[in-house]
């Protein structure tokens, strides 16, 4: 059904705001047809069934015609730009007395799906730790550099920004510089620890070409602080000698090490503390992962859970 097909009333509640937007508002015609598409849809939708103005539907209706975009395989984002636009078709048509109640007000905007954290499996990763040939300057730097990842969950500036001293020893602690410059101190387990010490003992003197970087850890080869493009290019190595298929990056070792964490039995708090989130909210993404694993644990541990 196309607008000239439409009954007189919703054509011409569809006329009127079309001139709405293009001269009372002045957007551009890019706009102006968007929203027009997206109000002419709703229009086909309220006339086939048998309504001749927006002004007859009610929320009920509005509901359906939603459910009806979603089962049409429009996601959350394209869903909630229908709804903005009826928003501004409601609002327009209340404001000029053209309909009586705007029931877009009692409907929300679609949520976006998560998008869940990738992560590697235990196994993967430490495939892919000990995969990295030690035998040189460089593979004993690179494995320490992965191991700290991984033992800490830092982030990539974390990481190449890192100095000796902020290596505790004496504490099994790392002193990390987030967000903000924000201190935290995050354990460090004697894996990366004993790395770290070799690397420095075995490996680092060999990089080390001026004074000026004497205190950072980890270094390229011309003795100068890691570049962010260094560390990605060390993982993808590692990565493909391990023969992973899937694309691993530097953030994967950060979701590695708080989903692992959690699975474990880590609390929530205590694994935002050492990721540094300031919300306790952007750490929970993490509880969502594997819930295959939340239900098994329950059906081992919950006295009511056997059938």
Not at 257 to 280: C, K, N, P, S, Y
């Amino acid at each position: 059904m196309s607008s000239a097909e439409l009954p007189a009333g919703l054509a011409r509640e569809l006329k009127h705001f079309v001139h709405y937007l293009r001269l009372e508002k002045g957007l551009s015609d890019n706009t102006v047809s968007a929203y027009e598409r997206d109000t002419t849809r709703c229009a086909e939708f309220l006339a086939s069934h048998d309504m001749a103005s927006f002004g007859s539907a009610k929320l009920t209706d509005l509901r359906a015609f939603f459910t009806t975009l979603a089962g049409a395989g429009l996601g959350s984002t394209s869903r909630g730009r229908y709804l903005s636009s009826l928003k501004h078709l409601y609002r327009f048509l209340v404001a000029t007395g053209r309909c009586e109640k705007n029931y877009t007000d009692a409907m929300e905007l679609p949520q976006k799906a998560q998008r869940l954290p990738e992560g590697l499996s235990v196994v993967d990763m430490q495939r892919m730790l000990e995969s990295v040939d030690t035998t040189t300057p460089y593979g004993m730097r690179n494995r320490a550099i992965l191991e700290t990842m991984y033992a800490c969950g830092l982030r990539v500036s974390e990481v190449t920004t890192l100095r000796q001293h902020d290596v505790l020893d004496d504490l099994d602690v790392v002193r990390v510089f987030g967000k903000g410059s924000k201190e935290r101190l995050v354990p460090i387990g004697g894996e990366a620890v004993r790395w770290i010490a070799r690397y420095k003992t075995e490996s680092r003197a060999k990089l080390l070409s001026t004074a000026d970087t004497d205190d950072v850890l980890f270094l390229n080869h011309r003795g100068r602080p890691l570049s962010r493009m260094g560390l990605w290019k060390i993982i993808r190595d590692a990565a493909l000698v391990a023969g992973l298929t899937q694309h691993v990056h530097p953030h994967m070792f950060r979701h590695s090490f708080a989903t692992h964490l959690l699975e474990g039995g880590a609390d929530l708090r205590a694994v935002q503390e050492m990721l540094g989130h300031a919300d306790i909210a952007t750490t929970q993404i993490y509880t969502h992962i594997d819930r295959e694993y939340i239900k098994e644990v329950h059906t081992l541990f919950h006295p009511r859970s056997q059938r």
